[in-house]
């Protein structure tokens, strides 16, 4: 569901004398004139630029134009309609079902390959030299780690889920110290949410790097000690048996030695969650350029949530060049309505001490997905 504009507001004291700054000194194309609003086209992809006249956005933002109280810039993303504001998946522009075609890329990553596919197309045309993701770790086994790859061999090799945590972006100070500029950063929605803390902070430099954020759907990860008490010790499957796992309603692993699957109930599980998971609201992954997940009924594709034009730029590009194929998310009603429901249960996870005003958290649950009260 595309935005239809993204805006920088100024507040200042003299409408004319900033509109001919702007416009004149600066060569802003004028694109609404009001007695009190002036606002600038400053060509496509780029924000809006909005000057106000400072009393009036003070009055808009409810605070006192006087001192300290308002500050004179805000930041908007203006939608279409209450819907959108409502929608527990976040803003997005579509929703589809990708695989990868080529056969080993499919084979190797989870579901339908698209993480995997997006950053071997990306290395080999050019767009990123490296990748932050994660892969198994070399001291402990089916763990995972932060690392950087930079061609088809070590984002192969890194394929696949682990369900145990892995602080991907701590792998860019590997990519720094390789000389790395353009990267694209995987990650769960704690982490897809990285580049808007970097802003926050004024860490630009880091910023500027991620040509591309790659958000994975989670509701949790597991503690490896708690995880590998239910594999080995409960189930009584060493881990060099393990050939895959991954999570569909329930905690799916395959042996190696049998190709057998072997199923735990996730409820078996609970009590291994990691402590900052049980407090995370995102399950969507709202903040990356393309979110991603296996929640489809059928095997074999990739629930893909492409959410900025930047996004939507690399899908367009992976489609033409035949790498991936694309289905509307509309053929698996299931799956949507189900990313909706998890993204909603996850919202409620925001703690009660902290639902203030002065708190600003994605927490807003439509009525449809609120908990129905006991009889």
């Known amino acids: ?57 003070a009055k808009d933002a409810g605070v006192s134009p ?28 579509d929703i589809y079902l990708v695989r990868a075609n080529d056969e080993k890329i499919f084979d190797v990553g989870q579901d339908g390959g698209l993480v995997s596919a997006l950053l071997i197309w990306g290395l080999e045309n050019g767009k990123i030299d490296g990748g932050l993701t994660s892969k198994l770790s070399e ?24 369900y145990t945590y892995a602080a991907n972006p701590l792998a ?42 790659i958000g994975l759907l989670c509701s949790k990860s597991f503690t490896y000690d ?16 393990v050939a ?8 799916q692993m395959w042996k190696k030695s ?35 997940g296996g929640l489809g009924q059928g095997d074999g594709w990739t629930l893909t949530i492409v959410r900025t034009e930047r996004g939507a730029e690399w899908m367009r590009e992976l489609q ?3 790498w991936i194929t694309v289905r509307p998310g509309s053929e698996d009603e299931a799956a949507v309505e189900l990313m909706r429901k998890l993204a909603a249960k996850s919202r409620r996870r925001w703690p009660g001490e902290l639902d203030k005003e002065e708190f600003l958290a994605p927490r807003a649950i439509p009525e449809k997905y609120m908990p129905k009260p006991k009889a």
């Open 320 to 322: 033409d060049a035949g």
């Open 226 to 241: 708690g995880l590998t008490k239910a594999i080995t010790q409960d189930y009584g499957i060493p881990y060099d048996d």
């Open 1 to 57: 569901m595309p935005l239809e504009m993204t805006a920088v507001m100024i507040g200042v004291e003299d409408l004319a004398r900033s509109k001919k700054f702007y416009g004149e000194g600066l060569g802003c194309k004028i694109d609404q004139d009001y007695p009190n609003f002036v606002s600038f086209n400053l060509g496509e992809g780029s924000s809006s630029l909005a000057l106000y006249e400072r009393e009036a956005a």
């Open 258 to 292: 049998t190709g057998e699957e072997v199923d735990i109930p996730l409820k078996e599980l609970h009590q291994y969650t990691r402590e900052g998971c049980k407090l995370c609201p995102d399950f969507a992954a709202e903040h990356a350029d393309i979110s991603t």
């Open 244 to 251: 895959k796992v991954n999570i569909k309603g329930r905690f």
């Open 172 to 213: 860019m100070k590997e990519a720094e110290k390789r000389g790395l500029k353009n990267l694209a950063l995987v990650g769960m929605s704690c982490q897809s949410s990285i580049n808007g803390t970097l802003s926050a902070r004024n860490v630009n430099k880091y910023r500027r790097r991620i040509q591309l954020v």
């Open 139 to 162: 001291e402990r086994v089916w763990d995972a780690e932060p690392c950087v790859v930079t061609n088809r061999e070590e984002v192969l090799a890194s394929a696949g889920s682990r």
């Open 66 to 93: 006087e001192g300290s109280g308002f500050r004179g810039v805000s930041f908007h993303f203006i939608v279409p309609s209450q819907e959108t504001v409502d929608e527990v998946i976040g803003i997005y522009r």
